[in-house]
């Protein structure tokens, strides 16, 4: 695998990733920061076939499902890039709102002309969940996603 560091938003987000990266032994494509996440993510592709990795895995920066510009640049990622996978990574622990920031993210990803919708959810902090844990079954019910993981501790 490669790791895609596209998260040319956040301060810190490349040398966070590139610390995950370290510790897992897997190579990391970055071309730092204010930059389009889009092409990094088309460039990191193009290098990811050249060198023989067979899996990209594209870090793209966090959003509020109320920040359009944010939105708007994960719809333009999606339709340039056409990934096999595309993943929703939310903290168990929001309840309800995790439903709310799944159909927005869904929204956005059909906001750029095409009908592709998110393939899977993966939950991170489960065990830290008491009541909330029955947002999880419910974002499963209403868009069909499977749940691929779920991350504790």
């Not at 092409?39 to 592709?45: F, L």
């Not at 956005?108 to 919708?117: D, M």
């Amino acid at each position: 695998p490669l790791l895609a560091a596209c998260d040319t938003f956040r301060s810190g987000a490349v040398e966070q990733l590139n610390v995950h990266a370290k510790c897992l032994d897997v190579p990391l494509y970055h071309q730092g920061y204010a930059k389009d996440p889009s092409a990094v993510a088309s460039t990191a592709i193009d290098h990811a076939t050249k060198e023989g990795h067979d899996v990209v895995l594209v870090d793209t920066a966090g959003r509020m499902q109320n920040n359009i510009p944010l939105m708007k640049a994960l719809s333009k990622l999606v339709v340039e890039n056409n990934p096999d996978l595309v993943l929703f990574v939310c903290e168990a622990l929001v309840g309800n709102d995790g439903m709310d920031q799944l159909l927005m993210f869904n929204k956005a990803l059909q906001s750029g002309g095409h009908k592709r919708q998110i393939d899977g959810v993966l939950l991170t902090k489960f065990d830290t969940v008491s009541d909330k844990v029955g947002a999880a079954l419910t974002m499963t019910h209403v868009t069909g996603a499977p749940i691929v993981f779920v991350g504790t501790g």
